[in-house]
Structures are given as structure tokens and as C-alpha cells.
């Protein structure tokens, strides 16, 4: 459909002060970070925490260049909320999707079988996770710097509990567990003054990531009651993804004859060459110096010279979470995110084909203002089905939940190629619904009645 | 990858209607305004109307996922019924819909019904939600067929039948050197599908 938006309207003016600085941030590049949930027994335990927590979460950009900022964002689940003693009414005011927890959701989302909920890793799913606390920095140091008073908050406050804690750090290659550069592309959105990365891309309405402002439809989102506790915020689902690195490599070892069609298959499925190098600009082979160049290694779109896939297919990961102006069903304006992958664990070496029973994976953090119209919304259509792109059916084949049954559909001349028997590459090992407070909203969670 | 029509109907409660396969049925009763049922009729006439068939066409095309719909008025011009049948559910691509044709299309015969906002209003989906009324039996003869599985299924039918035609596609039958492709098993079922 129609992928170029109308761009009336600027000058919206955003609160971005009022923001939270890890809600809207590109993730830096290297990074190290931190993710901790904790569940509170009691709302004078949560609140004081919350008054404790407050001169660590800063608000606005700090720096033209994320890679130089460092943050500590604090969020809750609708179990979190209600466990701060926030009112009835204004709970019932939260989104379905939310009140419910993706835990509840699973079945819609795709989150079945060794990904179902009965086999996350605790506390994923229960009423053990009220608080989630993350936060990232190019290096350790300034990360210790910005968690330091954090953690003394947590620790000197009685009736909290740490219930989980994952780092998570950029892998040396600076890739992916499966090989690949990430953290490549970042939305465009109206009124904020950081650029998106691709500049072909209107500018989405803020609305689309941030409580209180028009979005993309022209009416406000759906916000919670009372105001202050809505505007500003925004909705943050967070999931745990272990990556089968072995089965991933075993795979592309025995469907591929060469080095050289290894890869070529690796990068048809992803989108992207190990670079970043996008197909659609580079599809014959990798190009290093594309992928490291930040103006050009995500200003691209399809539509024009790459419709048919003959370069990306149109199944390809990248393609399907972010199709730009592809040809598919409905408009890919109302479905877009910023995704904040960040990576755990070890890397499996290179060449190793066996798997070595680490865990390892990635935590990602999907960020806008409508859980199901966007998050949800792109893994049911996007992730688990083809439809949209006229292969329905077929799912992401790197993202997917396959089974062993996945079929993926590699546009080539002069007939297509067709991945079979594609096994999981991802296993959902836990997920959170969050709400991601503006700093107003955070001080009215603190003292309700002040 | 369809879901069973037990797991739509007890674990979705925000999604009633009955699920066949890849398709669900989703069937809306309206009250018709006082003194709109001329104009709805209007309005109605002029969607069937042949002038508006590339329109309507192209707003099929658009959707993607719809199978058919039909607009009726009932009970003396009073009440309106609205009964179609998508892929996946009726509500997976509204807010897309919204600011296109097809969502004038909806904005105008239910603007004649009672209490409509609008369909870019927020409340849209909780306003249908109150006005269907599930379907005690839906039955589809494709169940594992989308619109577009079944629009490519006629393009590549249609093509290959094309290809049947040619003097070519004989001569290649009769080249010696193909005789392992004719012989293998999935080329003898193409030509038995190709004869029915």
C-alpha cells in the first residue's frame, strides 16, 4: 500500500524532557547493560523504592551521539502497577494486551510449543516481575556509574526483591550470536530532533511511540487515566530469545555446497550480509564498507528496484519485520518499532558446527505505543505467516518457530528456491509487557497523593 | 499454522465468530437510522453500481484478505446486516484500512446506522464488537486457502494452462531428452492435475 506519508503536521512538540532518555534511545555501539526485575511487597515498598530510583532515570536525549550516553530506564507490568497500589479505575485504563501480560497471550503471538510460557524461565510470566529495570552504556564503567545508585536503592529498601538479573554485552565480533551486525535501523519520528536511518523514510507521527501526542491514524493512542500517568510513556515488550547458534550453522552447512553459497543462503534468510550490508544494495556478495556506514547501510527501500525479492526476498528477516515500502497487505506505516536487540551470553566459536549447551541469545526490547497494533501485530502477520507478502503460511526463517516443518521461498531466476524442513533457530525462553512512565508519571507513581 | 476454531472461540474472547481453516466469519446487525433508508439504499446501489466496479475491485485488491461480504437491509428498511468472511480476523487490518478507499466505503453505508464513530475513531473495533453476532455454523469447501493462496493458484493455473497451449511445450513433450522430467513423479501429477 500506500508507503509514503503525508508529512503535515511537524512541529509537534514533543516533551522530550519528560521522557524517559531509554524509552526513544538507539542502543550504543559497543554496549553492556543490565536488566533486572524485581517484585515489591507492598505499595510503601514500591513507592519508596520508586522515590530511591528517581534521581537515577534521566529524561530527554542527553547527547547528539547515543553512543555516548548511558541510562537507567525503570518500567512496570500491569502485576507491578497494581502491586504500587496505582487505583482500579486507572488499571482498567491500560490496553488489553497489557492488563493480560504476554504470558497470556502467547497463544496469540506464536510463543507455542518449547516456546510456551509452561517452559519460560522463571520469573517470566508470573507475578514475580512488578519493576524492570534496564540499563545500558558504551562500557562498563559509565554503566556502574549509572546503576550505582540504582542498586543501592534496591538494595536499602526493604520489601523488594531481585527476582532476575541478565547482562547482556556486545559480542566481540560485534555481531549477533548468528553472525550478524544489528542495531542498524532506528525509526524516524516526528519532532524529536534524532535523526531516523533511513532518510527515505517520512517521518512517523509521535504518536506511534509516545502517549499523548496524534499518531499515525491522527488520533491519540489509547492512554491510561489519569493523564499524568499516561502522557509520555510508552509500552515496552521485552523478550528473552534463546538462539540455536549450532542448528543455525548446521543448516546452512548441509543445503549449500561452497563457503560462498553458505553465505549467500545465511543473508538471503536474514536480508542483511554479517556487515550489515543490505541485499537490496549489495546482493551479489558482502560489502564491509556499506555495512559500517551508518548513512548508507539502511537507506534503502524496495519498491523500486527490488519488488520481486530477486535480492532480499521478500521473506527475509529484515523484510518482513520492516518491509518499507514493499508491496504487502495494509500499510507498514501502522506497524512500526524500535527494536533494542542486545546480546547474552557466550559466542559460539567460529566454525564450531556442535552445539556447546551454553545458553545464548538475545534480549530484545520492542518499543511503541500500541502493543497490539504494533508488537503484536508484526509477529503474528509478519513473524508467524506469509500472507501478507503471498506466501501464506510461511514464517520468518530465522525468527520463526518452525518446528522442523518451516518452508521459506528464495525468489531466483529462473524459478524460485524453497527452503523445506527449516528447523526453530529461536526459542522464546520468557517474556514482560511493560509501561515505560514519563518522569511526571514516575514522581504521581512515587506520591499519588502528592 | 491456522489456529482451531476452539482456540478463537474460548481464548479470544475479544474476537468472536467462528473460525474454518485460514478463514472466520464476522457478521454485523445495525440499527438504520430514522429516515437513512433511502439514502443507505442509495449508497448501496451506487457501490453495486458497474461504474463503481473497478473501485470496489481495486478495494478488494487492496484488503487482500477478504473472501466476500454483503450488505442487507432487513425488517421493513429498519435494521442492516453486514456479513462477510476474511482471512484471519476481520480486524487484524482495520486501522490500515482506515484512511483508504475502503474505509470510505465503510464510513459511508454505516454512517446511516446508529452510533457509528467513524471507522478511525479509536472505538471502532469495540463498536462493531457490540453489534455481531457470531455465526452458529461456518462451514468454508477451501478451508486451508487465502484470498491470495487462491488468487495465485488462478494466475499460475492460468499460465500454465497458457503454456499447455503452445506448440512448444508439445515439441519439448516429445524431446527424448526430457523423458526423466516427464517420467518423474511430480511432473506426471502436474499433467494429471493439468487434464481435469
Known amino acids: 500500500m500506500n508507503a509514503s506519508a503525508s508529512t503535515s503536521g511537524t512541529g509537534v512538540d514533543v516533551e522530550i524532557d519528560d521522557v524517559q532518555s531509554g524509552a526513544l534511545h538507539p542502543r550504543p555501539v559497543p554496549y553492556v547493560g543490565r536488566f533486572v526485575f524485581l517484585r515489591v511487597d507492598d505499595r510503601d515498598a514500591g513507592r519508596t523504592l520508586l522515590r530511591r530510583l528517581l534521581p537515577s532515570v534521566e529524561g530527554g536525549l542527553p547527547s547528539a551521539d547515543p553512543n555516548q550516553d548511558a541510562w537507567v530506564a525503570v518500567a512496570f507490568t500491569y502485576q507491578g502497577l497494581r502491586a504500587l497500589g496505582v487505583p482500579q479505575e486507572s488499571l482498567d485504563s491500560f490496553p488489553r494486551a497489557f492488563r493480560q501480560g504476554m504470558a497470556a497471550r502467547a497463544h496469540l503471538i506464536g510463543d507455542v510449543g518449547e516456546s510456551d510460557p509452561a517452559h519460560w524461565e522463571p520469573p517470566f510470566g508470573t507475578a514475580d516481575v512488578h519493576v524492570v529495570l534496564s540499563a545500558l552504556s558504551p562500557d562498563e564503567a559509565r554503566l556502574e556509574k549509572a546503576l550505582e545508585r540504582a542498586r543501592a536503592a534496591c538494595q536499602e529498601t526493604p520489601g523488594v526483591t531481585v527476582t532476575w538479573q541478565q547482562e547482556v554485552r556486545q559480542l566481540p565480533t560485534g555481531r549477533t550470536t548468528f553472525g550478524f551486525r544489528d542495531g542498524i535501523s532506528h525509526p524516524h519520528i516526528e519532532g524529536l530532533g534524532l535523526p531516523g536511518s533511513n532518510s527515505q523514510e517520512a517521518p512517523l507521527k509521535a504518536g506511534e511511540f509516545l502517549l499523548g501526542y496524534p499518531d499515525e491514524t491522527g488520533n491519540l493512542p489509547p492512554m491510561p487515566s489519569p493523564d499524568v500517568l499516561g502522557r509520555n510513556g510508552t509500552y515496552a515488550a521485552v523478550r528473552k530469545l534463546h538462539t540455536n547458534v549450532a542448528a543455525w550453522r548446521q543448516y546452512l552447512r548441509a543445503h549449500t555446497s561452497s563457503e560462498q553459497e553458505e553465505a549467500l543462503l545465511a543473508a538471503k534468510m536474514v536480508g542483511r550480509w554479517p556487515s550489515g550490508a543490505p541485499l537490496t544494495l549489495s546482493p551479489e556478495h558482502d560489502d564491509a564498507e556499506l555495512g559500517n556506514d551508518p548513512h548508507r547501510n539502511n537507506d534503502f527501500l524496495y519498491r523500486e528496484n527490488d519488488d520481486r525479492g530477486f535480492r532480499c526476498p521478500a521473506g527475509a528477516h529484515i523484510r518482513r519485520v520492516n518491509p518499507r515500502d514493499a508491496t504487502i497487505i495494509g500499510d507498514a506505516r501502522m506497524h512500526r518499532l524500535i527494536r533494542r536487540g542486545t546480546t547474552y551470553g557466550p559466542p559460539l566459536p567460529e566454525g564450531v558446527l556442535e552445539d556447546d549447551g551454553a545458553d545464548r541469545g538475545l534480549i530484545g526490547v520492542f518499543i511503541g505505543a500500541h502493543i497490539e497494533r504494533q508488537f503484536e501485530f508484526i509477529k503474528t502477520e509478519w513473524v508467524n505467516d506469509g500472507n501478507f507478502i503471498g506466501y501464506p503460511g510461511e514464517q520468518d526463517p530465522v525468527a520463526g518457530h518452525h518446528g522442523g516443518t518451516g518452508s521459506a521461498t528464495i525468489p531466483e531466476q529462473p524459478v524460485r528456491r524453497r527452503l523445506q524442513n527449516l528447523p526453530g533457530f529461536v526459542v522464546t525462553r520468557g517474556g514482560e509487557y511493560c509501561f515505560l512512565p514519563g518522569l511526571r508519571a514516575l514522581r504521581w507513581l512515587a506520591e499519588p497523593e502528592g | ?196
Not at chain 2, 172 to 178: K, S, V, W
Open chain 2, 1 to 196: 499454522m491456522a489456529t482451531t476454531s476452539d482456540a478463537t472461540s474460548s481464548d479470544q474472547p475479544e474476537r468472536p465468530g467462528m473460525k474454518d481453516g485460514v478463514c472466520s466469519e464476522f457478521t454485523v446487525f445495525t440499527e438504520i437510522k430514522p429516515g437513512h433508508a433511502d439514502a443507505l439504499r442509495r449508497d448501496l446501489a451506487m457501490m453495486a453500481d458497474g461504474s463503481a466496479d473497478k473501485e470496489a475491485r481495486g478495494a478488494l485488491e487492496q484488503i487482500g484478505t477478504l473472501h466476500d461480504a454483503r450488505h442487507v437491509m432487513f425488517d421493513n428498511d429498519t435494521r442492516h446486516m453486514f456479513a462477510s468472511v476474511f482471512d484471519g480476523s476481520w480486524d487484524t487490518y482495520i486501522d490500515d484500512f482506515g484512511k483508504t478507499v475502503i474505509g470510505e466505503r465503510f464510513d459511508r453505508v454505516f454512517s446511516h446506522t446508529e452510533g457509528f464513530p467513524g471507522i478511525t475513531d479509536p472505538g471502532v473495533k469495540d463498536w462493531f464488537l457490540a453489534h455481531q453476532a457470531p455465526a452458529g455454523v461456518f462451514v468454508s469447501s477451501y478451508p486451508d486457502l487465502t484470498v491470495q493462496q487462491i488468487w495465485k493458484d488462478q494466475r499460475v493455473s492460468e499460465a500454465f494452462q497458457a503454456v499447455l497451449d503452445t506448440p512448444e511445450f508439445r515439441a519439448a513433450l516429445d524431446n527424448p531428452a526430457n523423458a526423466e522430467l516427464l517420467a518423474s513423479p511430480a511432473f506426471r501429477r502436474l499433467m494429471e492435475e493439468a487434464e481435469r
